[in-house]
């Protein structure tokens, strides 16, 4: 059983459309991490969000936690080439290794 | 430059011949990882440690030893290489359990 959901599996948008991404669990986190992969490389930390209902903005990337802190969503706006990857969500539970999602990858098409 | 590296990059190899992957990391981290990677199964852990001398199983640790003789170095030793071990690997470190992790490049092997 896959503690940590991403949905969907694959999104391919065009250029400046928008889109929401989701990870999702019916484990309570301490915190959860989003991470970018882009091909040939490691993931990298994009944003922690910690506090239940919190919202972090990343440029065109908007964060939101849960309020009950099991689920997370990532919304793009007006999406650019660039923003292809693969979005990987991770969840921290106190003084246990994260947990990862599969993966959302993204396509965006110019 | 704060940062995880791992060697080699891409390792073409058969199977039963031992090999290792190095991994280093220069930001005097506690907690270091090794994960794989594969199409439809996400990043799995194999092996972590969370200190010098200190290394626990992860999801899917068979097939593979790790040792943490050192802060900044945790090798990954395929003792006996199968196909089924053929795998895009990271490895990954951070200050502490649980929190931001900083990833290496990736290791591609393939073993035949």
């Known amino acids: 059983t896959q503690l940590l959901e991403q949905s969907p599996q694959f999104l391919s948008i065009q250029e400046g459309e928008n889109l929401t991404v989701y990870c999702n669990s019916s484990?309570?986190?301490?915190?959860l991490q989003w991470y970018r992969q882009e091909p040939g490389e490691g993931p990298v930390l994009l944003v922690t969000v910690v506090t239940g209902g919190e919202v972090k903005k990343l440029k065109r990337l908007t964060f939101q936690f849960g309020d009950a802190r099991k689920d997370s969503s990532l919304h793009i706006t007006a999406a650019q080439p660039g923003d292809t990857g693969l979005y990987l969500c991770?969840?921290?539970?106190?003084?246990?290794?994260?947990?990862f999602g599969k993966g959302t990858r993204l396509s965006v098409i110019a | 430059e704060a940062q995880v590296t791992q060697n080699p990059r891409y390792l073409i190899t058969v199977t039963g011949k031992k090999l290792t992957v190095t991994c280093s990391q220069n930001?005097?981290?506690?907690?270091m990882s090794w994960y794989r990677q594969d199409p439809g199964l996400g990043l799995r852990q194999i092996y972590y440690s969370m200190n010098v001398e200190v290394t626990d199983k992860g999801d899917v640790p068979e097939g593979y030893k790790v040792s943490r003789k050192e802060k900044r170095n945790f090798p990954l030793i395929l003792e006996s290489p199968s196909p089924n071990q053929t795998s895009l690997y990271f490895c990954a470190s951070s200050f502490i359990t649980g929190d931001e992790q900083y990833f290496g490049p990736g290791t591609r092997l393939t073993v035949t």
């Open positions: 991770a969840g921290a539970r106190g003084n246990t290794p994260l947990v």
């Open positions: 484990s309570v986190f301490s915190s």
């Open positions: 930001m005097n981290h506690e907690y």
